[in-house]
């Protein structure tokens, strides 16, 4: 079964929620026992184990999407039958509910979780409820609902916004290593999973260190941003460009072959060559290209294309290399040609 993706907590704070809840609830348990209401003492003392249970779950296996699913399920079904045999009292526990809905999971299961919960509620409370209380009750557990949602949605967009500009670079608008180590892995597995060639360029600007010690960081940063702009404009939507570090940028090509690689970085060599310069600068690239090997591993993959822009660089630079081209080179070959 797949598990509905999961709210903010992480598994500390949910052992937090659970141990607080715990304690909440023990209270009854001896009231009711006090009390001798049998039914009221099972529930309350039902819900407390369920509760401890759940915690010792997540403090020994330190996970969240299935504790989360197993407590919204028990402890709902513990407040509709509490309305059942209660009443009004028995609703006061829909309103913490609600909002634990929002921090066990995202905002559309938990809104699926909310509805689901509200139509059970209102078809059980109407039935032991006078008409003036049970209006109140689905009007301020609609708000609360509605607040809820709202609040929830924006942390989510909050920390979606936040996670991508953790991800761009901010000098060049381009992707950053983080970027790259958090798509990387999926992309070696594009050519395993649908048979797709993929080819990544590493490049970096020529004697950059020169031009940032006689024209200042100022003019490098200018050519570095000019780089990035000409190279974002010739590439595709879906193909990625990092800026590794410094001067030195990695480009992923999905579904291309390395020589219609070779061919769109040989363009981009010539045009960035011939770019004039108001200081008469004179700004060349060189780059190393190597085509998705199937099976082969990150690592394996972004050397290849290192070690061909090495070769580059000691050919005198200004050039693009294929790292087939390179001695002991390991021809790409893909998932129809076996292992």
């Not at 500390?12 to 348990?29: M, T, Y």
């Not at 407590?71 to 009292?89: D, H, K, R």
């Not at 404009?233 to 020589?259: A, K």
Request: with cysteine.
């Amino acid at each position: 079964m797949m598990l509905p993706r999961t709210g903010p907590l992480n598994h500390r704070h949910f052992a937090i929620l659970l141990g607080l809840s715990a304690l909440a609830v023990l209270p009854f348990v001896v009231i009711h026992l006090h009390e001798r209401h049998q039914t009221m003492f099972v529930l309350a003392l039902t819900s407390t184990l369920l509760l401890l249970a759940l915690l010792f779950w997540v403090v020994r296996w330190r996970t969240v999407a299935a504790p989360a699913v197993v407590l919204a399920c028990g402890i709902s079904t513990m407040i509709l039958l509490q309305v059942w045999e209660q009443g009004t009292p028995g609703t006061f526990w829909a309103y913490p509910l609600v909002l634990v809905f929002y921090l066990l999971f995202a905002p559309r299961p938990a809104i699926i979780c909310n509805v689901a919960f509200f139509l059970l509620l209102a078809a059980v409370a109407i039935r032991v409820m006078p008409m003036e209380i049970y209006i109140r009750l689905l009007i301020t557990l609609t708000i609360v609902s509605a607040f809820a949602c709202i609040f929830a949605r924006t942390v989510e967009r909050g920390i979606a916004d936040l996670d991508r500009l953790t991800q761009i670079d901010p000098l060049t608008g381009a992707w950053n290593r983080r970027h790259l180590r958090n798509r990387m892995p999926e992309t070696v597995n594009w050519l395993a999973r649908d048979n797709v060639p993929c080819s990544l360029v590493a490049l970096d600007i020529d004697g950059f260190k020169e031009i940032n010690d006689v024209h200042g960081h100022a003019r490098g940063d200018e050519i570095i941003v000019r780089l990035s702009n000409l190279v974002q404009e010739r590439i595709r939507e879906r193909d990625l460009l990092v800026r590794y570090g410094g001067d030195e940028f990695l480009l992923i090509l999905q579904n291309t072959r390395e020589t219609n690689a070779l061919h769109l970085v040989e363009e981009l060599r010539r045009t960035i060559a011939a770019m004039p310069h108001d200081d008469g600068l004179q700004v060349t690239i060189s780059a190393g290209v190597a085509e998705l090997v199937y099976g082969e591993t990150v690592t394996s993959w972004m050397a290849r294309a290192d070690d061909a822009l090495l070769h580059a660089k000691r050919a005198g630079r200004n050039r693009v290399v294929a790292s087939s081209s390179l001695p002991n080179a390991t021809a790409p070959k893909h998932a129809d040609a076996g292992h």
